[in-house]
C-alpha cells in the first residue's frame, strides 16, 4: 500500500510517500481502507522529535481516521489500551499506564496511509451524508473537547465558558459542546479573520484581543461574575491570564501547550481563589461514545479548514504550522 513515512525526526521534509507493506490486523482487529485522515498538533510535535516518545522512524503518523471496512463506512475512536488493568476495569482508559493514541505513541501505526489496522470495538458510525473528510475531522477533539467539559470541567446550564483559540481544531468542538451543555461562550481569538466564524459556531461573545487584556474584557462582558469554566490548550503564552479570568473556585481545563510545555504559576492567586486546574488527556471509550452521540444527533458539526491529498501531507503540516487555521487541517485519498 501506499502511505506517508515520517522518515527521521525534524522537519517537513522528512515526511515521504513510499510503498510500504499492508497492516495485518492482530487479535480483536479489522483493516480498514483510509479514505481520510485529519491532522492533529500532536503530529507536528512527534514529526519534530517529541521529548520522552517512544516512537521509532520510520513512522506512520495520523490518529484521526475515517474510512470503509466490510461496506461499512466508520470513524475510528483513536485510543489505545491494555483493557486489563484497574483503570481500564473502572473504565477510565486514558488512565491506563498503557494508553496510547493510534499513529502517535503506543506502537501503533496511523492513518496517514491507503490502510490501518485498528480495533473492531472501536469502530464509530459515520451518519448518513457526512463525507469521510468531514468524520475524520471530529474524534480526537470532539472527545478531548467532551471530556474538558462534561466530565472535568462539570459545565452546567447558565454557566460561563472561557474558550481559548477560536480556531483550534479542539476549540471547534469545544465551542458547540460547550452550548449544547447550555453553557454562555465566550471564545476568543488574536486573528479578525476568525471572529465570525466564532459566532456562527455558536459563541456568544468573541474577545479580539491579546492575553493581557483578556480579564479585563471577561469581567467587562460578565458584569464581574468572570468565567466558571477556562477551556485552554495554548499554555504558558496566556496560562496566567486565562487563570484571571476565573471566578472563586472556578476551573481551567487543559489538553495542550502549543505555546512551550513549561511556565510560571503563581500559586498565592490560586490557592487564595480555590481555583481548580485539572489536565486532561483525550478520553475513555464510554466519553466517546457520549460525544459521537452529538454528532450522530447534528448537534455538533465538522469544520474543515482545508483538505490535502495523501501526497501533500508536508503541506499540510506547514499549514497547520502557520496557526492560520479554523478548524481541521485534513488528507483524503
Known amino acids: 500500500m501506499k502511505a506517508v513515512v515520517l522518515k527521521a525526526f525534524g522537519g517537513v521534509e522528512n515526511l ?31 514529526r519534530e522529535g517529541l521529548p520522552g516518545s517512544k516512537v521509532k522512524t520510520p513512522h506512520v503518523l495520523g490518529s484521526d481516521v475515517a474510512g470503509e471496512t466490510e461496506g461499512r463506512r466508520v470513524a475510528v475512536y483513536p485510543g489505545l489500551f491494555c483493557d486489563a488493568c484497574p483503570a481500564c476495569k473502572d473504565g477510565r482508559e486514558s488512565d491506563c499506564p498503557d494508553f496510547g493514541i493510534i499513529g502517535a505513541y503506543g506502537g501503533s501505526q496511523g492513518g496517514y496511509a491507503e490502510k490501518i489496522a485498528v480495533k473492531a470495538a472501536h469502530l464509530l458510525r459515520v451518519p448518513d451524508g457526512m463525507s469521510f473528510t468531514d468524520a475524520a475531522s471530529l474524534p480526537l477533539t470532539v472527545l478531548t473537547a467532551w471530556r474538558m467539559l462534561k466530565t472535568l470541567g462539570e459545565v452546567k446550564t447558565g454557566q460561563t465558558v472561557l474558550a481559548i483559540g477560536a480556531g483550534a481544531g479542539v476549540s471547534v468542538a469545544g465551542i458547540q459542546i460547550a452550548k449544547t451543555l447550555g453553557a454562555i461562550v465566550i471564545a476568543t481569538t488574536t486573528d479578525a479573520a476568525k471572529v465570525d466564524r466564532a459566532r456562527a459556531l455558536g459563541a456568544d ?16 462582558l460578565t458584569k464581574g461574575a468572570m468565567a466558571d469554566v477556562v477551556f485552554e490548550h495554548v499554555g504558558p503564552a496566556l496560562f496566567m491570564d486565562a487563570l ?10 487543559t489538553c495542550g501547550s502549543t505555546s512551550g510545555a513549561k511556565l510560571e504559576l503563581d500559586l498565592r492567586y490560586v490557592f487564595s481563589r480555590q481555583l481548580r486546574i485539572l489536565g486532561s488527556r483525550m478520553g475513555s471509550l464510554a466519553e466517546m461514545h457520549e460525544a459521537w452521540r452529538l454528532v450522530e444527533a447534528g448537534l455538533v458539526k465538522p469544520v474543515v479548514d482545508k483538505v490535502f491529498p495523501l501526497d501533500a501531507a508536508a503541506a499540510a503540516h506547514s499549514r497547520l504550522e502557520s496557526r492560520g487555521q479554523f478548524g481541521k487541517v485534513v488528507l483524503s485519498r
Open 16 to 46: 515521504e510517500l513510499q510503498t510500504v507493506a499492508d497492516p495485518v490486523p492482530g487479535p480483536g482487529e479489522i483493516l480498514l481502507r483510509v479514505r481520510a485522515c485529519a491532522l492533529n498538533h500532536l503530529d507536528l510535535w512527534i
Open 244 to 253: 484571571k479570568c476565573l471566578r472563586p473556585s472556578g476551573r481551567l481545563v
Open 205 to 220: 461573545h468573541v474577545l479580539l484581543a491579546p492575553p493581557a487584556e483578556l480579564a479585563r474584557e471577561v469581567r467587562r
